[in-house]
């Protein structure tokens, strides 16, 4: 008799913990839907400035919804197409929540110091595609880190690295600008008129300096040191 009672006790504890989780599911999906909606509604808005942005704010959405759906499709599509949408922004216009200094060393064929120069401007993806691009600097970087720092009041999530763009130039060139980008592979879907709809590579720039224009002869080699900001 003991037997049975904690056999119909245990059947009921399965059942009630069946509908617990038949009920979390169904909020879970009630809720990606919600959030789907959402971020679909903010898609279709103008983006006016940094602070005023639909695309941005739909973007930041799907991002955090692939952080627990990383393998969504749908999900990956539309992050792709606001990642264009939204495009980058000038720092200076984010309020201080990103800071990006960037440096260019060039030295002569002799190792003799040329220029230091620093950027004179830069604009940025305000996305965590952005900040995995920067954790996947460490793989090929001739020194990197990665650490929190504090500016005034602010903590801020700090990337440093160094590369070297060329140990010895092939021929005299002006540099002006330096682009960090990435290629996602069949990123966007393609359709041409009278061929069927085709996935597309997506290259997205992510930070963009700009320096006062110098001269790089042949033999010089030039290294650049990033450093990126954001604010926690």
Same mark, same amino acid.
């Given at each position: 008799?003991?037997?049975?009672? $904690?056999?119909?006790? *245990?059947?009921?504890? $399965?059942?009630?913990?069946?509908?617990? @989780? *038949?009920?979390?599911?169904?909020?879970?999906?009630?809720?990606?839907? #919600?959030?789907?909606?959402?971020?679909?509604?903010?898609?279709?808005?103008?983006?006016?400035?940094?602070?005023?942005?639909?695309?941005?704010?739909?973007?930041? %959405?799907?991002?955090?919804?692939?952080?627990?759906?990383?393998?969504?499709?749908?999900?990956?599509? =539309?992050? @792709?197409?606001?990642?264009?949408?939204?495009?980058?922004?000038?720092?200076?216009?984010?309020?201080?929540?990103?800071?990006?200094?960037?440096?260019?060393?060039?030295?002569?064929? @002799?190792?003799?110091?040329?220029?230091? %120069?620093?950027?004179?401007?830069?604009? %940025?993806?305000?996305?965590?595609?952005?900040?995995?691009?920067?954790?996947?600097?460490?793989?090929?970087?001739?020194?990197?880190?990665?650490?929190?720092?504090?500016?005034?009041? #602010?903590?801020?999530?700090? &990337?440093?690295?160094?590369? =070297?763009?060329?140990? *010895?130039?092939?021929?005299?060139?002006?540099?002006?600008?330096?682009?960090s980008w990435q290629i996602i592979p069949n990123a966007i879907m393609k359709t041409t008129p009278g061929h069927a709809a085709e996935l597309v590579d997506l290259r997205i720039n992510l930070i963009t300096a700009l320096f006062p224009a110098i001269n790089v002869d042949?033999?010089?080699?030039? &290294?650049?040191?990033?450093?990126?900001?954001?604010? %926690?």
């Amino acid at each position: 008799m003991k037997f049975v009672i $904690i056999l119909i006790i *245990s059947i009921m504890v $399965i059942g009630i913990s069946s509908n617990a @989780n *038949s009920e979390s599911i169904k909020e879970t999906e009630y809720l990606d839907h #919600d959030l789907m909606e959402k971020a679909s509604n903010l898609a279709e808005l103008e983006c006016e400035s940094y602070n005023d942005c639909g695309p941005l704010d739909a973007l930041q %959405i799907y991002e955090k919804m692939l952080m627990i759906n990383s393998d969504n499709e749908e999900l990956l599509l =539309q992050r @792709n197409l606001m990642l264009m949408e939204v495009g980058n922004f000038d720092v200076r216009e984010t309020n201080g929540d990103y800071i990006v200094n960037v440096q260019q060393i060039v030295r002569d064929r @002799n190792g003799s110091l040329v220029s230091v %120069i620093e950027n004179a401007g830069a604009d %940025i993806s305000p996305s965590l595609f952005m900040e995995k691009h920067l954790d996947e600097k460490e793989e090929n970087a001739e020194y990197y880190k990665k650490e929190i720092v504090k500016i005034g009041d #602010d903590e801020y999530v700090k &990337w440093r690295y160094e590369i =070297q763009m060329s140990s *010895s130039e092939e021929y005299r060139k002006f540099n002006g600008k330096t682009i960090s980008w990435q290629i996602i592979p069949n990123a966007i879907m393609k359709t041409t008129p009278g061929h069927a709809a085709e996935l597309v590579d997506l290259r997205i720039n992510l930070i963009t300096a700009l320096f006062p224009a110098i001269n790089v002869d042949i033999g010089d080699s030039t &290294w650049k040191i990033t450093e990126v900001f954001k604010k %926690i």
